[in-house]
């Protein structure tokens, strides 16, 4: 899985807009959405939300969580906490992503809410990556780790699994199994 | 030098000093003036000198550790003294900033200071409640009294808290200032009193009550009440004989102080010196004695005019209107004086930015116009300023000036129309494109306007409100053609203690849904928000609606209060809808208004009428049924004021109203309260009765389902008699249709109930036949339902009838209850048409119509046809038979036992009788011959009756579900 993937999943998540046009509910096959109404809050995917904010038929309404004051008593629980504190959204590096791409106008101090899901986003990464060398040094089997968001799991967890395998190939190699084989060229 | 340059507010005598803050609050800036120097105190915790006028800086005079509170020359000009919030008090040389003095001892910030004339004492007053002397030579605290109210900071100080020593002898008084001239005293108290006193003689000179302020600031959230009723700046006059009063001068902070405190300082007048002294002592009980004494009802000021959906004026940014079309904001403040429009539908118009060189205080707008009002100056009148943006020609917009002493207190917009209340009582109304329309003088001042489509409320103050309690008034206007009143002034009903917040109307939610029939005519598009029920929000939450349906009474179908998790924090109302039952709000925390930034975002509440026990299901229900009620009001309302409308939605309602009221019968059977369920099958439509029967009799209430087919009867009885009193109207109108020389298709004839309005309509404006096609239709959809509403009620009668014999029941009471029924029904048809034909006697003089056409009218039915037939062979069976009841049950038993061929050949027969009767109807109708006519007519009324039948199998269908839902409850 690519992170381009991720996304596409990110986009199904729900987000409220304010329409400035009036329209019926719209019936898709994910199900139906609408009325639009103008000046009142409704909410709709991701993808449609981005869509109609590119053609200026609506106004983001951010999510709770993407508020300075949250966002850095999050950070700071994410610093203080050993494992892995749980999100506000699954997909919250994604969200942020695209909602502060395409609507940084209706987002209030965008920059820094920027900053901070960067700050936390690293802040996990880099426990990931701790937690993955530990995991190879001590040469466990198996690990826990609880609250991933799939875009995280995505970064590492592909290339991990592979070095794992190559690992494990070249530990079994180190003990002859065939005895001197390879001297026999 | 940004201190300097900032204009200073007032003009002082020498030496004085005076206090004001910046607009943030944040920097603090004290002023003292004396000798050709300046000495501020900025925010950067010095205090500087400057040469004066020039305002070149002269060096730093001494520092604190946080800003400086108040700065004061003595006397001769040669110390200052500087209190600041570090809670210490600083003397310093101007000359020569060496020579400090430093008074510590206060715990709070320090407010005030003040040199006595002869340089030996200083007096300081603190956050901390006390007031204290100081000697200045030794530093030592001389007297220190705790006068004051505590606080934390200077900001939240309730008082300034200004010292002023008598200029000659030196004493300390707290609220009250001493003349110039060491004369007179002058008093102010937080409740307005301002009192000057002679010392020598130790008379009152003056006692003025400027205003009450302790009435206005009670209640949790004190400044938002200020705000909304704008008193907070009392205006100060300066007194006669050369009192100036310049400790009162600061809006941002309430006046000195009370009465109690000043009965404190008196007393402390007493302590510091005896001599020359008792002036202050004995002035107090004259000043009690210059307060009116009365202990009863208070009268409350009244709330100031306001737009709905706007926020204080006050406010640098604040909202000039919010409604269903789009949000108005101003902003004003130093870099800008400007006016924002934005839609919420942008297809209406695009976002608008206006210079406010006129400074605009009140606003509205619409789908058509964006109107604005000033208040008068000095030099300008008020005027009215409309932007019409959606008019076809180039002028765009105009303005009118007000006469001279008039202003503009409210305005609002409608479809076509703009009207302004002002100062001297009148309503102006004026068309969206300029034209001056009717004026008329309102009964009190205005308080707020609303308009939408033709109507217009009027909210004014019919008389003083006492002990909080605003006596407001409503006027109802319609604009339309019909021009009329329907409120008449009637008192405006709020909860005690509160003031009205917003009115408007309620809002269909859709657009273009409400046409009105005669613009399909004139073919015009119409962007058509339908508004048509007022509303109003009081500042208690509570949100009331027009009851059409109850003589115009005001019912409660809100309470924006429930809803919110603190107790300051509010919903601040933007709209009302009906058809999605919303409340669209903005929820502030904090407070009654939300600011302009960050944006707000609406929340959408439900409705909840105020019933009682709604945790229990029967309350719950009463509750939903009577909502249901009042929110299709405006449907009736429509429909009587010739709009058209979803048919649909009307369905949809009676609907969901029956079945609440089954639900509820059901609950109530349940319950065994059966008298209640009478009561609710009153509530009923003739086919919800007819279940509520069977739903009783299945369940073995004989009783109730006897009460209740009893019921259906005379529901019958008086459906047929007021249809009877229609038709007499409307066969009175074709006539002279008739006369007129009007060609009548059949349909026409058919349908006598057409609205004949709107072929008046088209016959006037000569419209091609594809125009006439559409009204027809659409008045057939109105008109059907109009008849629906009568003649699916006569139907569900007959049906209800049918499906009980078909579905063979063997419940003898039930057959007896339907056959009842059904002779009720015919009895009803046949007085009907007894009344028809008496109306045709005295209008066509023909010769009445043979009986035997009431005759051929009664077998409907298979059975019934088959009964007919077979009533001899039972009665001759059964000759002890002579109750109809029994006859019918007996029929029904034989009946049932024939074959299903045989049943259904008899059900054909009943069929094609009306078939063939319909048939031949029409067949004559094509003969014109006046003689026939009559009997035509009377055949068309028989067609009229039948006509539904031909639904039945439609209805039958709902009836099943309903039923089927019925039976669930069991």
């Not at chain 2, 006059?237 to 941002?252: A, H, L, Q, V």
């Not at chain 2, 926020?311 to 079309?325: C, E, G, Q, Y």
Request: aromatic share 8%; glycine share 6%.
């Amino acid at each position: 899985m690519d992170s381009a993937e991720v996304e596409f999943l990110a986009e199904k998540e729900l987000v409220t807009i304010i329409p400035n046009f009036s329209l019926d509910k719209i019936y898709l096959i994910g199900g139906d959405l609408g009325p639009f109404n103008p000046g009142l809050p409704v909410e709709v995917p991701l993808w449609l939300a981005i869509n109609l904010k590119q053609r200026q038929k609506c106004r983001l309404v951010p999510p709770e969580w993407m508020d300075v004051e949250k966002l850095e008593m999050m950070r700071d629980h994410e610093r203080k906490e050993e494992t892995f504190t749980p999100m506000p959204s699954p997909y919250y590096v994604e969200l942020t992503k695209l909602l502060l791409n395409h609507a940084s106008d209706n987002i209030p101090k965008a920059d820094e809410i920027r900053t901070l899901i960067k700050d936390v986003w690293d802040t996990r990464i880099a426990k990931l990556r701790v937690s993955a060398d530990r995991f190879v040094r001590q040469q466990e089997s198996h690990a826990k780790l609880d609250n991933l968001t799939l875009m995280e799991i995505n970064t590492s967890g592909a290339f991990l699994t592979q070095v794992l395998n190559h690992m494990y190939k070249l530990r079994t190699n180190l003990q002859p199994p065939g005895g001197a084989q390879s001297q026999d060229f | 030098m940004p201190a300097t340059q900032k204009p200073m507010r007032y003009g002082h005598t020498e030496g004085h000093t005076d206090v004001c803050f910046d607009d943030s609050g944040r920097i603090l800036r004290v002023h003292g003036e004396k000798n050709g120097k300046l000495v501020t105190a900025v925010s950067n915790n010095t205090i500087q000198v400057h040469t004066f006028p020039e305002g070149v800086p002269d060096g730093i005079l001494t520092r604190f550790t946080t800003n400086a509170n108040h700065v004061i020359f003595n006397g001769d000009g040669t110390k200052i003294a500087a209190g600041s919030s570090d809670f210490l008090v600083k003397v310093v040389d101007v000359m020569d900033c060496s020579q400090q003095k430093m008074f510590r001892g206060h715990d709070a910030p320090v407010l005030s200071l003040s040199f006595d004339p002869k340089d030996i004492f200083l007096a300081s007053a603190s956050c901390d409640g006390s007031v204290k002397v100081w000697q200045i030579s030794d530093q030592t605290c001389a007297v220190s009294w705790p006068l004051l109210q505590k606080c934390n900071d200077v900001i939240n100080a309730t008082s300034i808290c200004r010292l002023a020593w008598q200029p000659r002898s030196g004493k300390t008084l707290n609220i009250v200032t001493w003349s110039p001239c060491g004369q007179y005293l002058a008093a102010g108290s937080i409740n307005g009193l301002i009192i000057v006193w002679n010392v020598e003689t130790k008379d009152c000179m003056e006692s003025r009550v400027e205003k009450d302020y302790s009435d206005l600031f009670d209640g949790d959230d004190r400044s938002n009440a200020g705000d909304f009723l704008n008193d907070n700046a009392v205006e100060m006059r300066s007194f006669s004989k050369g009192i100036i009063n310049d400790e009162e001068d600061d809006d941002d902070l309430m006046l000195a102080s009370d009465v109690t405190m000043l009965k404190n300082s008196s007393s402390l007048l007493k302590e510091e010196e005896e001599d020359d002294q008792a002036g202050g002592i004995q002035n107090l009980p004259l000043l009690t004695s210059q307060k009116p004494f009365y202990n009863g009802p208070m009268p409350t000021p009244r709330q100031k005019p306001f737009q709905s959906g706007s926020t204080p004026l006050h406010l640098t940014h604040r909202f000039m209107v919010w409604n269903s079309i789009g949000i108005i904001r101003c902003y004003n403040d130093e870099q800008d004086n400007a006016i924002d429009v934005e839609f919420h539908d942008t297809s209406i118009h695009h976002a608008t930015h206006l210079s406010n060189t006129l400074n605009y205080t009140v606003a509205d707008l619409s789908h058509e116009a964006i109107l604005l009002a000033c208040e008068s100056t000095d030099e300008l009148a008020s005027k009215l300023h409309c932007l019409h943006f959606s008019s076809w020609d180039s002028s765009k917009e105009w303005i009118v000036d007000m006469p001279q002493n008039e202003d503009i207190e409210a305005i609002c917009l409608g479809q076509g129309w703009a009207a302004a209340a002002t100062s001297t009582l009148l309503l102006r109304l004026f068309t969206i494109g300029g034209v001056q329309k009717e004026v008329f003088s309102l009964p009190g001042p205005v308080v707020s306007m609303a308009g939408h489509g033709e109507q217009l409320v009027i909210i004014y103050h019919r008389g003083t409100g006492f002990d909080g309690d605003q006596c407001l008034g409503a006027q109802l206007l319609e604009l339309g053609k019909k021009k009329k009143q329907i409120l008449h002034g009637d008192p405006l009903p709020l909860t005690r203690k509160s003031y009205l917040v917003w009115v408007g109307f309620s809002a269909e939610g859709k657009i273009n849904s409400f046409i009105k029939i005669k613009d399909i005519f004139s073919r015009r598009k119409l962007f058509h928000y339908f508004n048509c029920t007022p509303c109003y929000v009081d500042s208690e939450g509570i949100v009331r609606m027009l009851n059409r349906g109850l003589g115009n009474t005001w019912t409660p179908i809100c309470n924006t209060r429930e809803h919110c998790k603190g107790k300051s924090d509010h919903y601040w109302v933007v709209g009302i809808h009906e058809k999605p039952q919303q409340l669209r709000c903005i929820p502030c925390k904090g407070s009654r208004f939300p600011p302009t930034l960050p944006r707000p975002a609406i929340a959408v509440l439900s409705f909840k009428l105020p019933y009682c026990q709604t945790a229990t299901e029967k309350g719950q229900m009463e509750e939903q049924y009577w909502r249901s009620v009042m929110f299709h009001n405006y449907l009736d309302y429509l429909a009587k004021n010739g709009y058209a409308y979803e048919e649909s939605t009307k369905n949809q309602a009676i609907k969901e109203q029956q079945e609440l009221l089954m639900k509820m019968l059901a609950l109530s059977c349940k319950l065994e309260r059966e008298f209640r369920c009478v009561e609710l099958a009153n509530l009923m439509t003739q086919n919800a009765v007819n279940l509520a029967i069977k739903y009783a009799s299945r369940s073995r209430r004989l009783i109730l389902a006897q009460r209740l087919s009893e019921l259906a009867v005379e529901k019958a009885a008086e459906l047929a008699a007021t249809q009877a009193e229609e038709e007499e109207e409307e066969e009175e109108d074709f006539r002279k249709k008739l006369n007129a020389g009007y060609s009548n298709t059949a349909t026409e004839w058919s349908q006598p109930r057409l609205g004949n309005q709107a072929e008046e309509d088209t016959e006037d404006s000569g419209e091609a036949d594809d125009i006439e096609e559409k009204p027809e239709t659409h008045n057939h959809g109105q008109n059907s339902f109009f008849k629906n509403a009568n003649s699916s009620d006569v139907l569900a009668i007959k049906s209800g009838a049918v499906t009980s014999s078909n579905q063979g029941r063997i419940n003898p009471f039930k057959a007896s209850a339907a056959s009842f029924f059904q002779k009720g029904a015919s009895k009803a048809d046949k007085t009907e048409e007894v009344k028809e034909e008496n109306s045709e006697n005295s209008s066509s003089e023909t010769p009445p119509v043979c009986p035997q056409n009431t005759e051929n009218q009664r077998p409907k039915t298979g059975f019934q046809m088959w009964l007919e037939e077979n009533r001899s062979n039972i009665l001759s069976d059964n000759p002890d038979f002579s109750d109809e009841a029994d006859i019918i049950k007996e029929g029904m038993v034989r009946f049932r036992v024939l074959s299903t061929e045989e049943r259904k050949a008899w059900a054909a027969k009943a069929k094609g009788e009306t078939v063939s009767d319909g048939a031949e109807a029409k067949k004559r109708k094509r003969v014109v011959d006046r003689s026939r006519e009559t009997e035509n007519q009377t055949e068309k009324a028989k067609e009229n009756l039948n006509l539904p039948k031909k639904q039945k199998p439609l209805d039958l269908s709902t009836n099943q579900k309903l039923s089927a839902f019925a039976f669930k409850q069991e």
